[in-house]
């Protein structure tokens, strides 16, 4: 279980970084959708899973989680050649 904490920090943090950087944004952007998946899965907010836990909100088969992986996607497959970036 450390290790699994370690690597979610550190993944957080380098994905994070090179995003707002736009350090290699098409595989840091893979490298997030991979990661919010594993948290949708982990915590999906099916109806009466989520019973008697705390929760964000009343969400109803999509989270926020959901939507950032989609965003995630998209960022993924647009081209950002065009665009500025530190990779550029």
Known sequence: MNMVDFLNIWGLI?????L???LMVRWSSVAGAVLLLFY???????????????TEGSYL???KTLIEF?????????PTEMFLGADV
Do not use: D, E, K, R
């Not at 989609?70 to 647009?78: E, G, P, R």
């Open 14 to 18: 380098l994905i994070g970084l090179s």
């Open 20 to 22: 707002f950087a736009g």
């Open 40 to 54: 949708f899965v982990a915590y999906p907010p099916i109806p009466g899973y989520t019973f008697g836990s705390i």
């Open 61 to 63: 088969w999509v989270n």
């Open 70 to 78: 989609f965003i995630l996607l998209v960022f993924a497959a647009f």
